[in-house]
């Protein structure tokens, strides 16, 4: 038996005598009643100053609204989040479309999904949160990247990669973690097909598909950030 | 992305109001187990267990307007008792807290010499998986002990399935290494 496997069988004999007393629940509610008490207490007063503050709220957004400050030209935002209704968005770095991708707008694979023609060019720019996403430079010979999926969230990057010749291909996922993670060196987590996983700052990289393990490891090996960027 | 602020199952009136003492008692009757045996865990010790339970409930009191049902309730109570477990445990730094391994029941089979020996192993297991670096130790406890999928993992710590996975796999292996009980 696996050590995690028995740990699971000693944590439930350890704890299995810990329930919650009657005593514990009184006092939790008693708790409670006195943030309830504290809650109500400044209701008669407060609901004036709601108002007057709510109503001069509304007056300043009219008036800056009227001023035509306000320019709600979605174009001059790039970033992943729009583009969504448009037939052909910019790209998410912010610049042309690359006349060598067909853009299309497939709602179920994600906020945009590039894919692309028979000679692709390198990969594009991709950023995530305002970060451009460190890519792999190195790529087994005869791969190419085909497409490219963005999740709703907008922090998970699904590269796809094929091998023309053969059908062959891997996915390379990469996702945006809120702290950096220590796992520098890649680490194989299932062979059938390859999996390998590594983090690169707050970038955690999984890459799945027919790969032998040494070159898993070039490709994790290789990422670097855009020409241009700055680590974090 | 708007997330709307959708009623639970226990029927809050409106998602901005306070809930109920009433309806705070039934998640106690609910999930108060739950939340205590997280809370010893972490804390290792039943008094300080007691303390963050009625911390979690306070701030699910005062919290629950903000409760997404995207994830479930538990998975909420979760996420809260593993918060406010590391918030106390930082500022009990300086307070070597020891790991109380509670006697456990008879055991008929074996002789009393293979008791002890099976007994000190599951006490050296207990205390380096509760020795794990905190990141790694949250996964594991949520998987082995709380026997949650990585998906509901993920949306307890707040972090991608792939790093949840990845810190199980790290965890295993730190433990083939740091501990070579009898198998």
């Known amino acids: 038996m696996e050590p995690l496997d028995r740990f699971r069988h000693i944590a439930k004999d350890q704890v299995k005598e810990l329930t919650v007393s009657p005593e514990l629940k009184q006092a939790t509610l008693r708790r409670i009643r006195l943030e309830q008490q504290k809650s109500r207490k400044p209701v008669r007063w407060i609901w004036p100053a709601i108002s007057s503050s709510a109503a001069a709220l509304a007056l300043v957004l009219v008036l800056f609204l009227n001023s035509g400050a306000f320019n709600m030209d979605s174009g001059s935002r790039p970033g992943i989040s729009q583009g969504i209704d448009d037939p052909n968005p910019p790209n998410i770095a912010g610049e042309p479309p690359d006349p060598g991708f067909t853009v299309m707008n497939d709602p179920e694979a994600g906020l945009f999904s590039h894919h692309g023609n028979e000679a692709d060019p390198a990969p594009q720019a991709y950023v995530i949160e305002g970060e451009p996403v460190p890519l792999p430079a190195y790529v087994p010979a005869g791969f190419q990247l085909r497409n490219a999926v963005m999740n709703e969230s907008g922090r998970r990057l699904e590269l796809q990669y094929i091998l023309l010749e053969k059908g062959d291909g891997f996915s390379l996922v990469i996702e945006k973690q809120d702290q950096a993670e220590t796992m520098d060196s890649p680490v194989i987590v299932s062979t059938e097909p390859l999996t390998a996983e590594w983090d690169y700052g707050p970038w955690h990289y999984t890459l799945t598909g027919q790969l032998a393990a040494d070159e898993a490891n070039a490709i994790a090996g290789s990422v670097v950030l855009p020409t241009g960027s700055e680590t974090k | ?183």
């Open chain 2, 1 to 183: 992305m708007l997330f709307a602020l959708v009623p639970s199952e226990n029927k809050l009136k409106s998602s901005n109001s306070p809930p109920s003492e009433e309806l705070i008692g039934k998640l106690v009757d609910q999930y108060g187990d739950d939340v205590l045996r997280l809370a010893y865990m972490y804390l290792r010790d039943r008094q300080l267990a007691e303390d963050a339970f009625q911390e979690v409930f306070i701030k699910v009191y005062k919290k629950y307007h903000t409760f997404r049902k995207d994830s479930g309730e538990k998975t909420w109570l979760m996420r809260i008792t593993i918060n406010v477990c590391k918030d106390m445990l930082r500022g009990f730094w300086w307070k070597r807290v020891k790991t109380t391994f509670l006697p456990e029941q008879p055991d008929d089979q074996g002789t009393p010499e293979q008791l002890v020996t099976a007994r000190d192993a599951n006490r050296r297991l207990w205390e380096e998986v509760l020795r794990l670096p905190p990141l790694l130790k949250d996964a594991v406890i949520l998987y082995y002990y709380e026997e949650m999928e990585t998906p509901e993992i993920s949306q307890v710590l707040g972090v991608p399935e792939g790093t949840v996975r990845s810190r199980l796999h790290r965890a295993r292996t730190a433990l083939k290494t740091n501990w070579k009980g009898g198998d």
